[in-house]
């Protein structure tokens, strides 16, 4: 039996730990930023109950629905609204808390929303956990639509495996802002800080999934229903 739940599958019983715990977080009153992904749907779901003592902001239009049909209000970042906390998925959590997001094509929106908030938790799985930076998934690069393949070939020194995203049918994937998506595979011994920096002076790069320096702390389900929590060290 995994979570008390028979036959119930390891990941989503991971997932369900991991929103049980976030949802522990939320406290009467706050602004919460809330990203994409299952484990967050998972989150969302945890708040249904609680959807009259807390308002939010969300990265992803799936997550904005979802919070909506169970009542929760969906406020816009204007300028004025301040964020109590951020919490969002993450597809590979590295040494450091540092992250690859993006496999749901939300990373703009999503480092903007982190952005806002003082604190940022993640909300995932122990199988999202990493020694490297791309061992298990490729590195995904907004990019706007207009001469795409030559902002590809820009990025083909630091990147040189870099696909567009397709959508089931072979159409272009596009994000919630109209971008394109590359997947790129990372080299073997990436150098997360210094290539982060290299892809923001890459014209027609619009954002990147490294999420660096960004989480305070990681609450990894376990196909058991436990929790792993990782911090992040502070200079």
């Not at 959807?51 to 969300?58: E, G, K």
């Not at 992250?99 to 952005?115: D, M, Y």
């Not at 990147?208 to 929790?227: C, N």
Request: with cysteine; aromatic share 4%.
């Amino acid at each position: 039996m995994l979570g008390g739940v028979p036959g119930a599958e390891p990941q989503n019983v991971a997932r369900e730990a991991a929103a049980r715990a976030a949802a522990g977080l939320v406290q009467e009153g706050m602004t919460v930023g809330l990203g994409s992904g299952r484990a967050v749907l998972k989150l969302v779901e945890q708040l249904g109950p609680r959807a009259a003592s807390f308002r939010t902001v969300t990265a992803s239009e799936r997550t904005a629905e979802l919070a909506r049909e169970l009542g929760i209000e969906v406020l816009q970042l204007d300028g004025r609204l301040e964020l109590d906390l951020a919490l969002d998925g993450a597809d590979e959590v590295g040494p450091g808390l540092a992250l690859i997001k993006g496999g749901g094509g939300a990373l703009l929106r999503e480092k903007i929303v982190i952005a806002a908030a003082p604190r940022f938790v993640v909300v995932a799985e122990t199988a999202k956990r990493v020694e490297r930076l791309g061992e298990t998934f490729r590195l995904p690069v907004e990019v706007v639509r207009f001469a795409w393949r030559d902002t590809r070939r820009r990025l083909a020194p630091l990147l040189p495996h870099a696909e567009l995203r397709s959508r089931s049918d072979g159409e272009p994937y596009l994000t919630d802002e109209g971008h394109y998506i590359l997947d790129c595979a990372l080299p073997a011994e990436p150098e997360p800080a210094a290539l982060a920096g290299e892809l923001d002076r890459v014209p027609g790069v619009v954002e990147h999934g490294l999420f660096l320096g960004l989480a305070e702390r990681a609450l990894l389900g376990r196909p058991d229903g436990g929790i792993d929590v990782l911090e992040r060290d502070h200079p």
